[in-house]
Antibody
Framework: QVQLQQWGAGLLKPSETLSLTCAVYGGSFNGSYWSWIRQTPGKGLEWIGE???????DYNPSLKSRVTMSVDTSKNQYSLKLSSVTAADTAVYYC???????WGQGTLVTVSS | DIVMTQSPESLAVSLGERATIDCKSSQNVLYSSNNKNYLAWYQQRPGQPPKLLIY???TRESGVPDRFSGSGSGTDFTLTISSLQAEDVAVYYC?????????FGGGTKVEIK
């Protein structure tokens, strides 16, 4: 069973860059796409985008101008950067396998001055 | 974007009774070449990430109790819990994976009456 463990800063100031990393344990890292999803009380679950082992990405158009995803195949890890954050980016961020079967534990990211 | 609309927003059901949740997509999510509906259902308990229950609209994920079933095709889908148990108290989401950006319904909160 694939397990995902994520980490990153939980408190940011407006205009800073959000940075999260997700490590994938078990399964085939090279055989799937890997996603980032966030959850807010107001907007619910929002797909941010996905990346595969070769670095091919697909981003949500609503966030595309601020999102960068990268992958480190040597560590079976992938990362999310979201630039110029505002209070509207306050959310629980999850990494997840594209199959939906495996999710990270979630990271609450709060943007506040 | 494909908009997913769930109803009701909340539902209170007696233990052992049936719970039914509806999900409507703004576009067809049935891929004609393989006759598969690109629709999943998730369960989310407080403080936990979503858990995959159903994929391809009606295929139960391994380990999911058979009281959970999914039905529907095209744009209209239903999740049924045939006999509600205490551990089923949660928020349930539908998700389409027919096209990116992947999108989720707003969620249905299921409680015990």
């Amino acid at each position: 069973q694939v397990q995902l463990q994520q980490w990153g800063a939980g408190l940011l100031k407006p205009s800073e860059t959000l940075s999260l990393t997700c490590a994938v344990y078990g399964g085939s890292f090279n055989g799937s796409y890997w996603s980032w999803i966030r959850q807010t009380p107001g907007k619910g679950l929002e797909w941010i985008g996905e990346i595969n082992h070769s670095g091919s990405t697909d981003y949500n158009p609503s966030l595309k101008s601020r999102v960068t995803m990268s992958v480190d195949t040597s560590k079976n890890q992938y990362s999310l950067k979201l630039s110029s954050v505002t209070a509207a980016d306050t959310a629980v961020y999850y990494c997840a396998a594209m199959t939906g079967r495996s999710w990270g534990q979630g990271t609450l990211v709060t943007v506040s001055s | 974007d494909i908009v997913m609309t769930q109803s009701p927003e909340s539902l209170a059901v007696s233990l052992g009774e049936r719970a039914t949740i509806d999900c409507k997509s703004s576009q067809n999510v049935l891929y004609s070449s393989n006759n598969k509906n690109y629709l999943a259902w998730y369960q989310q308990r407080p403080g936990q990430p979503p858990k995959l229950l159903i994929y391809w609209a009606s295929t139960r994920e391994s380990g999911v109790p058979d009281r959970f079933s999914g039905s529907g095709s095209g744009t209209d889908f239903t999740l049924t819990i045939s006999s509600l148990q205490a551990e089923d108290v949660a928020v349930y989401y539908c998700q389409q994976y027919y096209s990116t950006p992947l999108t989720f319904g707003g969620g249905t909160k299921v409680e015990i009456k």
